[in-house]
């Protein structure tokens, strides 16, 4: 049977991990990085090229810190 490690004490309000914008996060072994910048709002102006653009700063933020493999 596996054991896991809690990174939490287990406190019924949770974890809160990275407590200012500068401190640093890190998922599967990639060097942690600070809080990262999304792109704009989406408005109604050129829609489908604002949303394209939100969701690649999504996905590149992901990355950074290691839930996206890249």
Known sequence: MP??????YGSPDGSHWGGASTDA???YGVTP???????????????TTQIFTVV??????LKSV?????
């Open 3 to 8: 054991t896991y490690e809690r990174l939490d």
């Open 25 to 27: 996060l890190g998922f």
């Open 33 to 47: 990085v600070t809080r990262q910048a999304i792109g704009e709002n989406v408005s109604t102006t050129s829609a």
């Open 66 to 70: 290691g839930i996206f493999q890249t």
């Open 56 to 61: 690649s700063s999504v996905v590149q933020a």
